[in-house]
């Protein structure tokens, strides 16, 4: 069954105590994202890759760190978490090419006190 | 002005009917399109791409794209109630790299 999985599912935390959430595919996609959701802005993509070891800023990666060292595997790291990063967190796997398909994780949600 | 813009909603139609989701995009070089449905809660679902010009169409879902009008809309023909959802327009920036969403529009589909 293809499927992306996320961990932890919730996260409630302290500003500054650095974070990582987890997040892997099964279906040997070659793009990965993190997107975050507000009410009212919609998702917005903070990071993308493209392949392992390649990685590019989405329209808002400040504050987040990610890295792709596997095929498989996209974590998303928060070195100094601030309240303003308090969202719903969604990591997303996509197939590329004619028909493609992208499949979103089950969702992280994240409280920054 | 948006990259990806819908109205937010809500949109309410009867049980039976036809309803109409809009959404426009300003990057020109967008060659791919999509709609997600989002249940409260839940994450995004993929249920419609296009990437031509003109009408493509999957059971109750009809998809249509008119590249020169920057525009893509969603029909959902014979509305149910479990079609209420947020729907999200996504569109792939022309280096196909970068997926930007709209603010996505509420359904709300009445018994």
């Known amino acids: 069954e293809a499927q992306v999985t996320q961990n932890p599912r919730y996260l409630i935390t302290v500003t500054g105590k650095k974070l990582t959430v987890t997040c892997s595919q099964n279906m040997n996609h070659e793009y990965m994202s993190w997107y975050r959701q507000d009410p009212g802005l919609g998702l917005r993509q903070i990071y993308y890759?493209?392949?392992?070891?390649?990685?590019d800023k989405g329209d808002v990666p400040e504050g987040y760190k990610v890295s792709r060292k596997e095929k498989r595997n996209f974590p998303l790291i928060l070195e100094s978490p601030s309240p303003n990063q308090t969202s719903l967190y969604f990591c997303a796997s996509r197939s590329g090419g004619a028909g493609e398909t992208q499949y979103f994780g089950p969702g992280t949600r994240l409280l920054v006190l | 002005q948006k990259e990806v813009e819908q109205n937010s909603g809500p949109l309410s139609v009867p049980e039976g009917a036809i309803a109409s989701l809009n959404c426009t995009y300003s990057?020109?070089?967008?060659?791919?399109f999509f709609w997600y449905r989002q249940y409260s809660g839940k994450s995004p679902e993929l249920i419609m791409s296009?990437?031509?010009?003109g009408d493509k169409e999957d059971g109750r879902f009809t998809a249509q794209l008119n590249k020169a009008s920057q525009y893509v809309s969603l029909l959902i023909r014979d509305s149910q109630p479990s079609d209420s959802a947020t729907y999200l327009c996504?569109?792939?920036?022309?280096?196909?790299?970068?997926?930007?969403f709209g603010a996505g529009t509420r359904l709300f589909v009445k018994a």
């Open positions: 296009i990437y031509s010009n």
């Open positions: 890759s493209m392949n392992v070891e390649v990685t």
């Open positions: 996504a569109v792939l920036n022309t280096g196909g790299f970068k997926t930007i």
């Open positions: 990057d020109r070089g967008s060659q791919s």
